[in-house]
């Protein structure tokens, strides 16, 4: 019993020794507080400001009118009329509209072609041509969709016309030309709009952003004066790795625990952002991922030989996170190995369980899969951040 005593006492005071030497070292670093209040904040917030107005609206699209009829005009009007749409109508000819469009003044041209009234009162088909620039997925579906809309309620209107000429009321003339009346309802995200739909993923992906960061620039640092050992004495005695790192990963954890309410409760409440779950639900969700994530730093930052180093490697690193994190494409479209591949990575179900508690109103059992998967993650990296803690002190003793 008083060896257990002694043993427990011991883990005690290394769990707090090394808080303390942490947090000493975090608000000595410049870089790493820059990196916590910069990326924790300043780049969420200026993030959020740029998609603040979530749709794109009034795109500048180029009309060529070769008929200059009143239905034309009329067409014209319509499509000038929709949210999406901004119409430019004084071009002559496509050949200045293309011009036009090169110059990036218009985001799309539209051809409404000769004989547009003559060819519908005689009750023939005409086309209108729409070009729209497909490299820019927004502007594309905005002027593609919106055309589509507008020209599906020019038809009608003149099919509903042409059957109030033979003496048909306007409710019959309506139902005998929608037959089937769609009703579409939108999900969650109400508006439709792209911040309510980015920024959940990237708060979710800047905690991992951060934590890696921050430790790889301070564990850099570390290994550069070789004093790893100093700092952190108990890591070569028995059973001295874990109490070093529980206390490494609650003084991180602490930190998030102040750095979310702060992007939920304020960043949101500014820009509108939904959060549809209370917040110890989220906090519950986030405390695997959190931890995995700062064992996954700690793993990785022994790899790191100067602070520079950090920050080259998690420079190129960046991008592949981003694309696997399912936020440019959705992972169940990935590749089977990338799709494996991005399991590895804590941001992987930390983002789908956090969008979906925040934005989507699910349930804790709604989630319990990506949970488990990060409890299991959490596992992991935990082993492997003892292993790199103790073979990192131990090589520094060698060495001395």
């Known amino acids: 019993m008083k060896n257990l005593f002694k043993t427990y006492y011991k883990a005690k005071i290394s769990f707090w020794n090394s808080i303390s030497t942490e947090w000493n070292a975090i608000i000595k670093d410049k870089a790493v507080v820059g990196i916590f209040l910069s990326i924790g904040f300043i780049i969420l917030v200026v993030y959020t400001y740029i998609y603040s107005n979530q749709v794109v609206q009034e795109v500048p ?56 009234e003559k060819n519908i009162k005689q009750g023939k088909q005409t086309d209108v041509v729409t070009f729209s620039d497909a490299s820019n997925m927004l502007f594309y579906k905005k002027v593609l969709g919106d055309v589509s809309v507008i020209t599906g309620y020019f038809n009608a209107g003149i099919a509903i016309k042409k059957e109030m000429l033979q003496a048909k009321p306007y409710n019959q003339a309506t139902q005998e030309y929608f037959p089937i009346k769609p009703i579409s309802t939108s999900l969650f995200n109400y508006s439709s709009g792209y911040a309510n739909y980015l920024i959940p993923i990237l708060t979710a992906l800047l905690v991992q952003l951060i934590l890696l960061m921050a430790m790889g620039v301070l564990n850099g640092s570390r290994n550069e004066d070789s004093n790893f050992k100093l700092h952190f004495p108990r890591l070569l005695h028995s059973g001295g790795t874990i109490p070093v790192l529980l206390g490494k990963a609650f003084l991180y954890f602490m930190f998030f625990l102040i750095i979310i309410p702060i992007q939920i409760g304020i960043v949101y409440s500014i820009f509108n952002i939904p959060v549809r779950s209370p917040l110890y639900l989220i906090y519950l969700f986030l405390i695997p991922y959190i931890f995995a994530v700062i064992f996954l730093g700690i793993t990785i930052s022994s790899l790191f030989k100067k602070r520079e180093d950090s920050i080259i490697f998690l420079v190129l690193i960046s991008i592949p996170s981003l694309m696997l994190s399912g936020l440019s494409f ?24 956090f969008v979906k508690l925040t934005q989507m109103n699910a349930s804790f059992f709604n989630v319990l899969k990506e949970w488990k998967s990060l409890w299991l993650l959490t596992c992991i990296y935990f082993v492997l951040a003892a292993i790199s803690l103790k073979l990192r002190a131990i090589n520094e003793n060698k060495s001395k």
């Open 61 to 116: 699209v180029a009309i060529v009118n070769q008929d200059a009829t009143k239905l034309s005009r009329d067409y014209m009007s319509m499509l000038d009329a929709s949210e999406g749409l901004k119409v430019m109508p004084n071009y002559i000819d496509l050949q200045e509209a293309k011009t036009a469009y090169y110059s990036k003044n218009v985001m799309g041209i539209i051809i409404i072609p000769k004989n547009f």
């Open 330 to 353: 959705p992972v169940q479209s990935f590749p089977i190995f990338y799709r494996y591949l991005a399991q590895l990575l804590p941001s992987t179900p930390g983002i789908d369980g």
